[in-house]
């Protein structure tokens, strides 16, 4: 549902913003290490299809709760010619059994989600023992001027950009939801804003 400009202008802004070169950049270290059974979370807009590694990869399922982006992710699933389990849904509430999967992929989703911790305890639930969750988020800056302006736009920041928020901790609510996190990565991404650019990226075993 949501209103006109949720279902036709927040898709078109994640796509303008999601597929900035230092972005994609930061998508082509981090997906490649997918291995096996793969489920991401956020899959619209099909970004980080191009960067699975096809011969480490038994299978691929993601979610997503925008009609729009799910189009665009069905359509780079068929230009890579895959085959892939691509539903509507929620991290919230996955539509998926317990213990399914060996690598869960989440990039810039957990800033959106409704409730953060739920949606970590059900991506822990869907990994297998050991799995892994690679993440790469943008969230909560380090400095505090930084962190000041984050405060100030995130009022209105989040209904422009879908629900999207600047000041969640990222590798901190990771390691909360139980997850012993590898860190990979952490760094203001160039030519973009700072209160929205902070990206922290890695690998969280189950
Ligand atoms: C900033 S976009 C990022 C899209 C994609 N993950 C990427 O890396 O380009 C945020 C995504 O989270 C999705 N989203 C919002 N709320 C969600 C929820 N509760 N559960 C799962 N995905 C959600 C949006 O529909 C959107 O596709």
Same mark, same amino acid.
């Given at each position: 549902?949501?209103?006109?400009?949720?279902?036709?202008?927040?898709?078109?802004?994640?796509? =303008? %913003?999601?597929?900035?070169?230092? !972005?994609?950049?930061?998508? +082509?270290? @981090?997906?490649?290490? +997918?291995?096996?059974?793969?489920?991401? !979370?956020?899959?619209?807009?099909?970004?980080?299809?191009?960067?699975?590694?096809?011969? =480490?990869?038994?299978?691929?399922?993601?979610?997503?709760?925008?009609?729009?982006?799910?189009?665009?992710?069905?359509?780079?699933?068929?230009?890579?010619?895959?085959?892939?389990?691509?539903? /509507?849904?929620?991290?919230?509430?996955?539509?998926?059994?317990?213990?399914?999967?060996?690598?869960?992929? %989440?990039?810039?989703? @957990? %800033?959106?989600?409704?409730?953060? &911790?739920?949606?970590?305890?059900?991506?822990?639930?869907? @990994?297998?023992?050991?799995?892994?969750?690679?993440?790469?988020?943008?969230?909560?800056?380090?400095?505090?001027?930084?962190?000041?302006?984050?405060?100030?736009?995130?009022?209105?920041?989040?209904?422009?950009? #879908?629900?999207?928020?600047?000041?969640?901790?990222?590798?901190?609510?990771?390691?909360? /939801?139980?997850?012993?996190? &590898?860190?990979?990565?952490?760094?203001?991404?160039?030519?973009?804003?700072?209160?929205? #650019?902070?990206?922290?990226?890695? +690998? +969280?075993?189950?």
């Amino acid at each position: 549902m949501g209103t006109f400009w949720d279902r036709h202008m927040v898709p078109r802004i994640i796509r =303008a %913003c999601c597929g900035a070169p230092g !972005i994609m950049d930061l998508r +082509a270290q @981090l997906v490649p290490r +997918a291995r096996g059974d793969v489920f991401e !979370i956020g899959c619209g807009g099909g970004f980080n299809q191009q960067f699975y590694d096809g011969t =480490a990869i038994t299978s691929f399922a993601g979610i997503d709760p925008s009609v729009k982006l799910l189009e665009f992710a069905r359509d780079e699933a068929e230009r890579k010619g895959w085959k892939a389990d691509i539903r /509507a849904g929620v991290g919230e509430d996955i539509p998926f059994a317990s213990a399914s999967f060996d690598t869960v992929v %989440c990039t810039y989703t @957990l %800033c959106s989600v409704k409730d953060q &911790q739920q949606v970590l305890g059900e991506l822990k639930r869907i @990994l297998r023992p050991g799995g892994t969750l690679l993440f790469l988020e943008h969230g909560r800056a380090p400095d505090a001027p930084v962190q000041r302006w984050q405060d100030r736009i995130e009022p209105l920041w989040k209904p422009i950009a #879908g629900g999207c928020h600047l000041t969640r901790p990222i590798t901190a609510s990771v390691r909360a /939801a139980g997850f012993d996190v &590898q860190p990979l990565g952490q760094a203001y991404m160039p030519k973009s804003p700072r209160w929205a #650019g902070w990206m922290e990226w890695g +690998a +969280a075993t189950r």
